[in-house]
């Protein structure tokens, strides 16, 4: 990734990408495919990041390009920017809490040092864990679902505190961010919507990266929630049934658009960025 810092250069990767942020988007964002190919996705964060652009300025964008609800996915990932720094506002004390913990835990050396350390060096033998740090260190990117996998195997196959975690894609993330950041790792660790915790599986990982790792031993611990919208559709009406088949068209859609990906050059497993050595320091 290459990020210009320049008002100039935000407008142009917008410029870029408006085309793209319709079906295309929403069939093909969830695909991890390495530093290689961002097509599927905008690469806006560190420019509404730093407020080279604004949102209000993509999303308008977008909606000239595709009238209707066809950029619908796309504009609610941005909103959901929106909603973290909102949330956060609201609650000052999760980002000094979040601090004064990270502060008590770099003053300790607790138990986890050990795999802290092997977690720092890519030697987990976790074989996406292990391509993913060393492509944060040198990309200062992660795809989204890489970020979301990160975080799960981090706290829940690790064992290691989410605030170190939380710390270390602060250090690195060119679009690294108090609110997307540290909310979304208390999201994963289940603490920002109780009882739902995001735990990362191996075949996810390998369907959506084309194949490219196997991600063994990863923990198996269960979600122990109940999908919060149980119970609350409406059932044969018509509206729920065009629903389940703007859903069932959309499984479709998604599922030739990963066959395709499936069938892509395999090159794209090259994705681990020459494991040069490198130190990782959050101090
Ligand atoms: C553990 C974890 C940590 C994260 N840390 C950050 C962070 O520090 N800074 C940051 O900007 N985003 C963060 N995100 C959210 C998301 O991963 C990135 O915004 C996204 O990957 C940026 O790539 P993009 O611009 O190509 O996104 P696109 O998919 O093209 O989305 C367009 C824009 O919508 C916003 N957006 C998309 N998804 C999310 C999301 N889940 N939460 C909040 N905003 C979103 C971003 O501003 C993004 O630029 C994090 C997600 C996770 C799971």
């Known amino acids: 990734m290459t990020f210009t810092p320049t008002r100039a250069a935000g407008l142009a990767a917008l410029a870029d990408f ?16 390495g530093p290689g190919d961002r097509a599927n996705v905008s690469m806006l964060s560190p420019y509404l990041r730093y407020r080279l652009v604004t949102e209000s ?6 909606r000239a390009r595709h009238p209707g609800e066809t950029a619908a996915k796309f504009i609610q990932e941005v909103f959901w920017r929106t909603y973290w720094k909102g949330w956060l506002e609201l609650r000052p004390s999760v980002w000094t809490d979040y601090l004064e913990d990270l502060a008590s835990l ?20 976790i074989d996406c864990f292990d391509a993913w740090i060393a492509e944060l260190a040198e990309f200062g990117y992660l795809h989204n679902h890489a ?23 602060w250090h690195y993330l060119y679009d690294g961010d ?22 990362a599986q191996a075949d996810n990982i390998a ?3 084309g194949g490219c790792f196997t991600a063994a031993g990863l923990a198996a611990r269960r979600r122990n929630h109940r999908d919060a919208h149980a119970g609350t559709s409406t059932a044969d009406d018509a509206g729920a049934a065009a629903h389940r088949a703007h859903r069932a068209a959309a499984r479709r859609r998604r599922s030739s658009a990963r066959n395709a990906f499936a069938r892509s050059d ?18």
């Not at 793209?20 to 991890?32: C, K, L, P, Q, V």
């Not at 395999?266 to 101090?283: D, E, G």
């Open 106 to 125: 770099e003053a300790t050396s607790g138990g986890w040092r050990r795999d802290y350390d092997r977690a720092l060096a890519g030697a987990t033998g």
């Open 266 to 283: 395999a090159s794209r497993c090259n994705r681990r960025p020459a494991l040069r050595a490198w130190a990782v320091a959050l101090r």
């Open 57 to 62: 300025e993509v999303v308008a964008a977008v």
């Open 178 to 199: 108090a609110a997307s950041n540290t909310l979304s790792w208390r999201w994963v660790a289940g603490l920002q919507t109780a009882g739902k915790t995001y735990l």
């Open 147 to 169: 970020r979301m996998w990160f975080a799960s195997i981090w706290i829940f196959t690790l064992r290691l505190p989410w605030q170190l975690g939380a710390a270390l894609f």
């Open 18 to 33: 408006v085309d793209r942020a319709g079906h295309d988007y929403a069939e093909t964002r969830n695909f991890d495919r």
């Open 207 to 209: 369907r959506y990266t």
